[in-house]
């Protein structure tokens, strides 16, 4: 064999190689790479599927198994600290030190027209100033979602709504001169379970509203002692008659079964590195339009860096069963974070002229 011939020969042999490597690279993540042999013929090598999936920290990114029941999960932890001490200063203060902690966490499952989605709303936080401890925030609230795709953009949900309180909570104003404080709440003590049938209109993975026409309600108090009045000179004492939370005097319970509750949620990014998410809910008894609840829960998360955020909360609450007054909770808090996800990346792709948000995780 010449050397002409030879230097054909391997070049031919080389050119199949690297068409061979080349294809098997451009269509590695597909099932199925169609390669073209020398004799002008196919061949169809199988890749098998990734064995892993990725699940998101923000401390780091691990493979791990894939789950194969549906379900994508998240959680978000952030615990915040505040200190200050004073000695011998000369413009005067107070020791103190406080403590609160958020957690949020989802649990979607979806499978064809099929979703279940429950999301964990806690909160809880104290404060200790000149020997005296003070709750600064408390909120258990569990929401569940069930639902059956009738249409592109609607379900028909079967949905329960929990809210209670962690701890003991009091009142510390217009008092008699002989308390310092007065106990108004503990655990379970409200705690409201809503169960309702409806429909849901979700246009995009960030926004839903839910619709339920039948919407029953049960309040409880386990702790009777929250039972308090205020007189005519408007101070708080306790009083074992008064109504409250709705609930006569001599009993735990109370019903409400004909009722109407909407919901409106929204979860979205506001930029890379802030978050909001808001719920709104109505809720009343048809026969009693004008004691309608409105509540507002609204937080927005701007993150500083990897392990550190700053969250700022919103609650408002106007129900006439509570007080006849409006009532706001408003917590700022600087700390650390922790996150955990099995959620797909938080972006947006334009696919045929169109945008599309992937699926957020946090409270839905």
Do not use: C
């Amino acid at each position: 064999m010449t050397t002409v011939s030879y230097f054909v020969l391997t070049m031919r042999y080389n050119y199949w190689l690297l068409l061979l490597v080349s294809s098997v690279t451009s269509a590695i993540a597909q099932d199925t790479i169609q390669v073209v042999t020398p004799h002008r013929d196919s061949i169809n090598i199988v890749v098998p599927k990734s064995d892993s999936v990725q699940v998101k920290t923000n401390f780091k990114t691990v493979l791990k198994k894939p789950d194969t029941t549906y379900w994508q999960r998240s959680f978000v932890g952030n615990l915040n600290f505040n200190q200050a001490s004073f000695s011998n200063w000369s413009g005067g203060g107070t020791n103190s030190i406080a403590l609160g902690g958020v957690i949020t966490a989802r649990a979607l499952y979806l499978r064809k027209n099929i979703s279940w989605d429950n999301t964990a709303d806690l909160q809880l936080g104290y404060s200790r100033q000149a020997g005296s401890t003070l709750k600064t925030a408390d909120q258990v609230v569990l929401i569940s979602v069930v639902g059956v795709k009738v249409a592109p953009k609607w379900d028909i949900i079967g949905w329960g709504y929990f809210n209670t309180f962690f701890a003991p909570g009091y009142r510390y104003d217009a008092l008699p001169a002989d308390r310092t404080r007065l106990q108004i709440a503990n655990f379970l003590t409200p705690a409201q379970l809503t169960l309702a049938l409806g429909v849901s209109y979700k246009p995009t993975t960030w926004f839903a509203i839910r619709m339920s026409p039948f919407a029953p309600r049960l309040t409880y108090i386990a702790d009777q002692s929250v039972r308090v009045r205020q007189d005519s000179a408007g101070l708080y004492r306790p009083d074992p008659t008064a109504t409250v939370y709705g609930v006569p005097p001599g009993r735990n319970l109370r019903g409400q079964v004909l009722a109407f509750q909407l919901q409106a949620v929204l979860n979205r990014d506001l930029t890379e590195n802030i978050s909001l998410n808001a719920r709104y809910q109505f809720f009343s008894e048809y026969a009693r339009l004008s004691y309608a609840v409105h509540r507002l829960d609204l937080t927005f998360t701007a993150k500083i860096n990897r392990y550190m955020s700053t969250t700022f909360n919103l609650i408002g609450l106007y129900d006439r069963d509570f007080s006849n007054r409006l009532q706001l909770q408003q917590t700022l808090a600087l700390g650390l974070v922790y996150n955990v996800s099995t959620f797909l990346p938080a972006k947006k792709k334009n696919v045929d002229s169109k945008t599309i948000y992937t699926i957020q995780p946090g409270r839905f």
